[in-house]
Nanobody, 121 residues
Framework: QVQLVESGGGLVQAGESLRLSCAAS????????MHWYRQAPGKQRGWVAT???????NYADSVKGRFTISRDNAKNTVYLQMNSLKPEDTAVYFC???????????????WGQGTQVTVSS
């Protein structure tokens, strides 16, 4: 079993910054990629950013230039540095990881429980 725990959410004013973290633990052989998603009330869950095991990163257009995804492989942790936050960034942010466990040849997808980010104007 693998657990993902997000932290770092909170309430900030527009223009301020937050750094989210997501730590994976459990029966991890390797993590192929980690992702951030977010879901605002009444909205579909949307993809925010991805970082692969090779260090490739990509971002949704809505956050490009403001958010930075990074990783610490030794800690099985992914971060999301969020700068210049806008009220429309308000959402529950979820971490997702593609994890190879034990001796399996496939990857399982795991989700964290989410952390609330609220940006006031």
């Amino acid at each position: 079993q693998v657990q993902l725990v997000e932290s770092g959410g909170g309430l900030v004013q527009a223009g301020e910054s937050l750094r989210l973290s997501c730590a994976a633990s459990g029966s991890i052989r390797s993590i192929n990629a980690m992702h951030w998603y977010r879901q605002a009330p009444g909205k579909q869950r949307g993809w925010v950013a991805t970082i692969t095991s090779g260090g490739y990163t990509n971002y949704a257009d809505s956050v490009k230039g403001r958010f930075t995804i990074s990783r610490d492989n030794a800690k099985n942790t992914v971060y999301l540095q969020m700068n210049s936050l806008k009220p429309e960034d308000t959402a529950v942010y979820f971490c997702n990881a593609d994890v190879s466990e034990g001796t399996t040849s496939y990857s399982n997808s795991y989700w964290g429980q989410g952390t609330q980010v609220t940006v006031s104007s």
